[in-house]
């Protein structure tokens, strides 16, 4: 802190002599002070009296300082002195004072000097800090800008080189397009030529066949049947465009089988013909010799009834009955029958020997019967839609059909176990709907019941793919709801049951193989496998889900009991469980089918295995030692896709055999519920 050591300034410009007067006797008096004490303290000086070595004796500080205060006290002036006046008096009573003030003052200008230059050297470093950081951000400017170029450049390939990709890709589109395009023409045009050859050979066969017709006799209907049947098949398939080589391969054979019996039936009518001559020309020379002679053939026109009775009396038993074929105009005997062939690579086999083959392998791996119910169950499919094709074609009946569907669909979505009420209020809806008491009415139009029988058993079928493979329990209500139906239409059961093997040909059970030339798709189609809109194949997770939900639907079915007051048994009861596992275990397994088998034996173990060994006590637990015994090292030799199923398989058995028994399924209703 800096020293002020002027004197105030005045007030007014009246003050200014005043001041000056009272400067000038204040000098004055300091003056003589001095002169005083310089000349008392002359004598006695003996060292360094002034300056800043100065070392006064305690005596001679006190003796100054009491001359000071003598002398001071005689320089007190009138009190009328201004304020200013005495201030200035105070800041220059002693020389001391005077130089301690200095030096104050001359160390603030010092210190103030150095902070200066200290400020100026700060001002310098951040000068010098300023420029390094100038420089530093030039060149981080100039590698941010390198960098920023550098990734433009990348950015500027890369989207070059994805144009070039998107390019690339387009015209790898385009030349697959044009070479789908032109394998399309390609086959379009095969399928041209190969429809025209199979119509020019057709022409020939249909012409050699009405030739065939006129001379064969009634033991070769059959055959011929088979082979007109077979040439329809393929000409269908020509005008659907879906023929093939196959396709033209087997017209080719069939018109030189029908060209081999056509020649064979010539000449036997030569032979005929010619024995036929030689024995009137015996007869003649019998009559003239009274010599009757046994005929092997004969040859007649057929006339009548009458007729042909007196040419029986006339040759008695010469001739069995059954060796005589009767056409419109000729009886021809003992015609030798034609073998119909085959033509392979390898070797020539007649087409009866291939048949056999066929159904050998195929019966092999498919109970027969079960085979043709699963083809009954087809034919009984396409019959029924067939019977209102026109119904679902006709405009008029769109609305009428959308509420059919749509009172259909809930009651059965509504389907649940909550409660007696509940299950008999949808019971009685499909019921009434079924029988024309409830809108719409179903007696509207002729097909109407019909229709709705179907949409009702597919739509229950598909609770099964749907609700039952998520939530097992959901099948005990629906199969008492389907039990009471059938139970009131018989002909609803069948409809459910083909609808059943449609979707699930594992319920008759039948596991198809795979049959030569057969295409995957069809084949795959024919287990009950869907594809999905893309064309894919439906997963194989899934499709066993599907496949569970179906068979657990179809056993609650059969286990199922009837209604209170309704003394019928179940139309389809317990029996059919029981041939269901006879059935499987008769089967050879495979390893494309065991996860399937394996699944699907668990399910209807689980659900109907605790009746099944109440009704069949002794025999039941000896059909499931022969499956963990037998069947189940026979299911895991062939291997399968994945060890889940068969690992579950093994794990019920195991429990069943030990514990001597199988627990109820859960989630089934008690007797009696409703």
Not at 355 to 382: A, G, I, T
Request: with cysteine; glycine share 4%; charged share 25%.
């Amino acid at each position: 802190m800096s020293l002020n050591i002027l004197p105030k300034m005045p007030h007014s410009k009246h003050e200014t002599p005043q001041i000056t007067n009272d400067i000038a006797s204040d000098f004055t008096s300091l003056k003589v002070s001095a002169l005083k004490k310089a000349f008392r303290i002359s004598g006695n000086i003996d060292s360094i009296k002034i300056g800043p070595d100065l070392t006064p004796t305690e005596n001679e500080i006190q003796q100054s300082e009491n001359t000071e205060n003598e002398q001071n006290s005689c320089n007190i002036k009138d009190p009328s002195k201004s304020i200013h006046s005495q201030n200035n008096k105070i800041s220059l009573q002693s020389g001391i004072a005077f130089s301690v003030n200095k030096i104050f003052l001359e160390s603030e200008n010092q210190r103030k000097e150095e902070v200066w230059k200290e400020i100026e050297r700060h001002w310098q470093n951040m000068r010098e800090n300023g420029k390094a950081i100038k420089e530093h951000m030039a060149i981080s400017r100039f590698y941010l800008a390198k960098e920023r170029e550098r990734r433009s450049k990348e950015n500027y390939a890369y989207i070059l080189a994805e144009e070039r990709i998107a390019e690339q890709e387009e015209i790898r589109r385009k030349h697959e397009r044009h070479k789908e395009l032109e394998e399309y023409k390609k086959q379009m045009k095969e399928k041209e030529e190969l429809a025209k050859s199979v119509l020019a050979l057709r022409e020939t066969f249909r012409a050699k066949y009405c030739e065939l017709i006129t001379l064969s006799a009634s033991s070769y209907s059959v055959k011929l049947q088979d082979l007109l049947n077979q040439e329809e098949a393929i000409h269908e398939k020509v005008q659907t465009g879906e023929a093939t080589a196959i396709d033209l391969n087997s017209m080719k054979k069939m018109v030189e089988l029908i060209d081999e019996m056509l020649c064979a039936f010539k000449l036997e009518a030569e032979r005929i013909n010619a024995q036929y001559e030689a024995d009137l020309a015996n007869m003649e020379s019998a009559k003239q010799c009274h010599f009757q002679p046994i005929c092997d053939v004969v040859v007649f026109e057929q006339t009548s009834t009458d007729d042909t009775q007196s040419n029986e009396d006339k040759y008695g038993d010469s001739e069995p009955l059954e060796n005589v074929h009767v056409t419109e105009n000729v009886t021809v005997l003992n015609i030798p029958q034609v073998t119909p062939v085959v033509v392979n690579k390898e070797e020539i086999v007649s087409l009866e020997e291939h048949e056999s083959m066929h159904e050998n392998n195929l019966y092999k791996y498919v109970d027969k019967e079960s085979l043709q119910r699963y083809m009954d169950s087809q034919q009984f499919l396409d019959y029924y839609a067939n019977s209102y094709n026109d119904f679902v074609q006709a405009e008029s009946t769109r609305k009428f059909r959308f509420e059919c569907q749509k009172a259909i669909n809930i009651p059965v979505n509504a389907i649940s176990g909550i409660n007696e009420q509940h299950l008999r209020d949808k019971y009685e809806r499909l019921h009434n709907l079924l029988t024309g008491r409830a809108m719409p009415n179903v007696n509207e139009y002729p097909q109407g019941i019909a229709f709705c029988k179907n949409i009702l058993a597919k739509k229950i079928v598909s609770q099964g793919e749907t609700l039952v493979s998520s939530k097992p329990k959901m099948a005990f209500p629906i199969a008492a709801v389907v039990v009471a139906l059938w139970n009131d239409h018989s002909d609803f059961g069948d409809l459910l049951l083909s609808h059943f093997h449609s979707a699930c040909p594992f319920t008759v059970p039948v596991f198809l193989p795979k049959m030569v030339d057969q295409s995957d798709e069809s084949y795959y189609t024919s287990l009950g496998y869907k594809y999905n809109e893309d064309g894919t194949l439906e997963k194989y997770d899934k499709f066993l889900k599907r496949m569970s939900g179906l068979m657990r639907l179809y056993t609650s079915i059969i286990i199922t009991s009837q209604r209170k007051g309704i003394n019928k048994s179940n139309p389809h009861g317990l029996q059919y469980a029981w041939r269901w596992l006879a059935v499987v275990l008769n089967t050879e397994p495979r390893t494309e089918v065991a996860d399937i088998c394996a699944t699907l034996l668990l399910d209807m173990l689980e659900v109907a295995g605790n009746l099944l060994w109440t009704a069949y006590p002794n025999q039941f637990p000896k059909l499931l030692m022969l499956l963990s015994e037998k069947y189940y090292p026979c299911m895991q030799s062939v291997g399968c896709v994945s060890g889940g199923p068969l690992v579950r398989l093994q794990e019920f058995l195991k429990n069943s055999l030990t514990n001597g028994s199988v627990p109820p399924p859960d989630g089934r209703l008690p007797p009696n519920f409703w």
